[in-house]
């Protein structure tokens, strides 16, 4: 059982006041949080249906509902009904809302920050781009390319901030109408209309018909709403807070003013400093003590944090109360006369610090320091990254950048652009191959030739008019299988195989991000713009972004930017190149967001510019990542104006446990093995991920840990449409509107959309998607009456760390009145039988974690006319045999022990990632 402070005790115990829980760095607010929620649940007539708990990212919420489901079977045994309980972002929240209930909104599909950008800049005329008008005489007009992640940030302003429209000039409120105009007919949301749509429903007043079903769920149903990291919420996700406790919900909201990192994104740290001031009987409650780091690193964090004016921050005082100790030398604040030494420095002491004994809890067993237990934190991975990333290479110490910046600088990664540049003609053989060396993808003497075989065929642009033969993705697999690039056959140790495959998978998703918005470009257009996108806009494109690809944790160092490391923790953390308008940063210059919006326009203009106490707040976020050593340094920058070390770095120096000089580690220092922390995954999965993990794990670790992605295929679109036209026709049943053979064109004209089909193909299955449902009308139609769920929301705690979440397709009862769990499949070659009887006793029970009852039966009804139906019984040792799958499914993915299958089978027949796993004929 936990042991709370008084101050945590508070805060668990106020279920029924507007709380505010003020939460310094390393303060156990996930776990307090996690506690309040669970003691709500224990409430008499209140049920994980009634609780709305947000997150800033998806991590956070797998971590959260992670504890919670933990604390309640640990302290209540069990609840029903768990899945119906929300955790996670803001965004997922809405998009859950629109396609649950705004029947035109299921088909739509979700941009990326990436997608987003592609898909303005492919349509940069009709999307508004290049129509833009700025105030800027050298720049009449925003410019495709170039200015495409300004017009985002333009087209975030209008929708998500407080905007005076009457100041907004005509010509961007027309290239605003534009852009949304274009997302709308191509069924796509973006990360801000799918919130203002939602939002927008959920400010009307009774009388539209998805707004009155949206409101009697807020009514009826949302009764305690909790909002973590509040400092970050920008005024349209203020407005869906309020929206959501227009009707009385219990509001608590949890967060830290020194944290406010992403005003650039329109967060606005007086929300969270003026929150007592706009909802009435609000209780504040502050959890001052750091269970994280030393007393060292929190006497550093308090000075940062006191040092932003009294006027902009909740006054409170972080506290040490972690078991982790302060010793002379551990924390450093030092000068270099280069970046090639401070480079040289970081990576001594990295290596030095390896096998230091570290004591990750107070009742764990102490091991030796790892790899993974360093960072090197930046204000810009992009700018700074270079020296140090360098000699890292040079002296074989592993890293990893998180997120996606730099990517295109791997030496692996530049041999896979490579192989395009070779299929376009912008180089020959003797270059590639000197760059594939470089790579070290393949032992020197494997020989290139199936390579070069499977190119040159990929640079023949006239195979038919079927776009899939032109697949960027298909041609990459190809060769990668082609010459043999496996993990366990990568030049190194076994760590650089798995640090190869975690780049190999990222560059898989920046060919989907492409392909999703150019697959239908003509064959030598689409591999011509590949090829130039990747030399020119890509690596803008990820630098400036939050994607990331896969879920793998290599025992390397990592490098992120400040921003990305928010909420994580290291042992030891590095903050190099602490220079003079470098960080803090220096406000930029060029065009800007105001010169397309006057900033008399905004609300608080000021904190898209940024100020050098956002960057303190930003310093703030670095140093108490570090848990015991703490390592900030300076060298010159190569420009004039990044010559002079920091002010933060002068600060610093300022507390007593700051050194300015290093003496080594003492020889005397306790060492141990390395060994890597294992971390418990906070990963959640779909009911179809959890399909590949029971069908051979390292598939699962190809698509999921490593992010590889398999090719676009045509028909993309058609299984979800036919089971979106079902969804709507079962949830009308429900509320007593019986769907006709009169309803099928217009149910397939809301719902069909299947946008990577040429058109031939997609009059087809036009066609095969009325059949369906016409044949389904005719054969079930009078089951729709018996309709008990559509889109039932279900969840299966697999282990510590990993959850499944999914839907099931129907529940209904039929003529014996039995209750049966229906799975729908568009197709006879959906999938294997055994595969989907192995899903279906999932969603069984998942149902009965969901209900606290057994269905009777599970079933497939396939869509297809030569398609089999499936009708069996639901038998208890079925069902066991199905959790103990599932447990140990989840345990081998917490160790990692993602095995090939042992012979090559059907499964491998059937998998696009087959060739990285198996591509010698002698594995077959």
């Keep these: 059982m936990t042991t709370y402070t008084p101050a945590q005790r508070e805060a668990i115990e106020c279920l029924d006041e507007p709380l505010q829980i003020i939460a310094c760095a390393g303060s156990g607010k996930t776990q307090v949080i996690s506690q309040r929620i669970a003691d709500l649940l224990a409430l008499p007539g209140v049920t994980p249906a009634n609780i709305v708990a947000f997150t800033f990212t998806e991590k956070a919420a797998a971590e959260l509902k992670d504890r919670v489901l933990g604390l309640v079977a640990e302290q209540q045994g069990s609840t029903t009904g768990l899945a119906e309980m929300f955790v996670g972002t803001m965004h997922a929240y809405c998009l859950n809302l629109l396609q649950t209930y705004v029947p035109e909104t299921f088909k739509y599909s979700v941009l990326s920050e990436i997608t987003q950008r592609l898909f303005i800049d492919r349509n940069s005329k009709r999307s508004g781009l290049t129509e833009c008008p700025t105030t800027s005489s050298g720049t009449p007009k925003l410019r495709r390319y170039i200015h495409s992640r300004l017009y985002m940030q333009v087209l975030s302003v209008l929708a998500e901030d407080e905007v005076d429209p009457a100041l907004i000039p005509a010509g961007v409120i027309q290239s605003q109408y534009a852009y949304k105009t274009l997302l709308r007919n191509g069924a796509f949301f973006d990360y801000t209309t799918m919130l203002e749509l939602a939002v927008q429903l959920l400010e009307s007043d009774e009388g539209d018909a998805h707004a009155d079903a949206l409101l009697k769920h807020v009514q009826q149903d949302v009764r305690y709403v909790v909002v973590d990291e509040y400092q970050d919420v920008n005024p349209l996700q203020e407005r869906l807070v309020r929206s959501l406790v227009r009707y009385g919900a219990n509001l608590c909201v949890v967060g830290d003013d020194d944290q406010t990192i992403y005003q650039w994104r329109g967060s606005e740290v007086a929300n969270i400093i003026s929150f007592a001031d706009r909802y009435d009987g609000v209780r504040q409650v502050t959890l001052a003590d750091n269970f994280r780091s030393t007393d060292g690193v929190v006497a550093v964090g308090k000075a940062i944090a006191e040092s932003i004016s009294p006027a902009h921050r909740l006054a409170k005082s972080m506290q ?49 320091m790892s790899w993974s237990d360093m960072a090197i934190l930046l204000r810009s991975v992009a700018r700074d990254a270079g020296p140090v990333v360098a000699e890292l ?159 793998a944790t290599p025992d390397a160092v990592t490098i992120s930017t400040v921003h990305r490391a928010k909420g994580m923790q290291w042992p030891a953390v590095f903050v190099p190149c602490l220079r003079r308008n470098r960080f803090p940063s220096k406000r930029q210059g060029g065009l800007g967001v105001f010169h397309v919006i006057p900033d008399t326009a905004v609300h608080d203009p000021d904190r898209y510019k940024g100020t050098n106490e956002d960057e303190r707040r930003l310093f703030y976020v670095a140093v108490t990542r570090a848990q015991k050593y703490l390592y900030l340094s300076y060298s010159p920058g190569e420009s004039t104006m990044y010559r002079k070390p920091s002010e933060f770095l002068k600060d610093v120096t300022a507390v007593a446990h700051v050194s300015t000089a290093s003496a080594g580690l003492p020889a005397d220092v306790p060492r141990l093995a390395p060994q890597a922390k294992i971390e418990t995954p906070q990963v959640t999965l779909s009911f179809s991920e959890l399909k590949f993990l029971f069908e051979c794990p390292y598939q699962f670790k190809l698509r999921f840990l490593y992010g590889f992605n398999p090719p676009i295929h045509e028909a993309l679109g058609y299984g979800k449409g036919l089971h979106d036209a079902l969804a709507e026709m079962h949830k009308r049943a429900l509320a007593g509107d019986i769907a006709t053979a009169d309803d099928v064109d217009q149910l397939v004209s809301r719902h069909l959309h299947t946008p990577y089909a040429y058109p031939a193909l997609r009059e087809q299955l036009q066609d095969a998607a009325k059949k369906s449902l016409r044949r389904y009308l005719d054969k079930h139609g009078g089951d729709l009456e018996r309709t008990i769920h559509s889109e039932k929301q279900i969840q299966v705690h697999i282990a510590p760390g990993i959850t499944v979440d999914g839907r099931i397709d129907l529940v209904k009862r039929i003529e014996t009145d039995e209750v049966s769990i229906v799975d729908f499949k568009s197709s006879e070659r959906a999938q294997a039988e055994d595969v989907t009887r192995d899903q279906l006793h999932v969603y069984a029970v998942g149902y009965a974690e969901l209900t606290g009852t057994d269905a009777d039966l599970v079933e497939v009804l396939n869509l297809d006319p030569d398609g089999k139906n499936v009708r069996e019984e639901v038998q208890d040792t079925l069902l066991e045999d199905v959790r103990g799958r599932i447990r140990e499914a989840g345990e081998a993915l917490r160790k990692n022990d993602l095995a090939r299958l042992p012979v090559w089978s059907g499964v491998c027949d059937a998998c696009d990632l087959a060739g990285l796993c198996r591509t010698q004929p002698s594995d077959r």
């Design 320 to 368: 040490y109360a972690s078991h982790q100790t302060w010793s002379r030398g551990d924390i450093l604040a030092l000068e270099h006369a280069t970046a090639d030494d401070e480079a040289r420095w970081i990576c001594d002491r990295i290596q030095a610090l390896r096998g230091v004994t570290f004591q990750d809890d107070p009742d764990s067993a102490p091991r030796g």
């Design 393 to 551: 290479e040079r002296r074989g110490i592993p890293y990893m950048v998180k997120g996606l910046t730099r990517l295109f600088d791997a030496p692996e990664v530049k041999a896979a652009a490579a192989m395009f540049r070779y299929l376009v003609g912008d180089m020959g053989r003797t270059e590639f191959e000197h760059i594939w060396t470089q790579g070290r993808l393949t032992p020197p003497e494997r020989s290139l030739a199936p390579l070069f075989a499977v190119l040159d065929e990929g640079g023949q642009f006239d195979q038919g008019e079927r776009w899939s033969n032109y697949n960027i993705q298909r041609v990459y697999l190809a060769a990668l299988e082609a010459v043999g690039v496996r993990e366990d056959t990568i030049p190194g140790d076994p760590v650089r195989g798995e640090l190869v495959f975690y780049q190999l998978g990222k560059f898989s998703q920046v060919i989907s991000d492409f392909e999703t918005i150019h697959f239908a470009s003509s064959p030598e257009q689409k591999y011509r713009g590949f090829v130039d996108w990747l030399e020119h806009q890509a690596p803008g494109y990820y630098d400036d972004a939050d994607a990331d690809a896969g879920y």
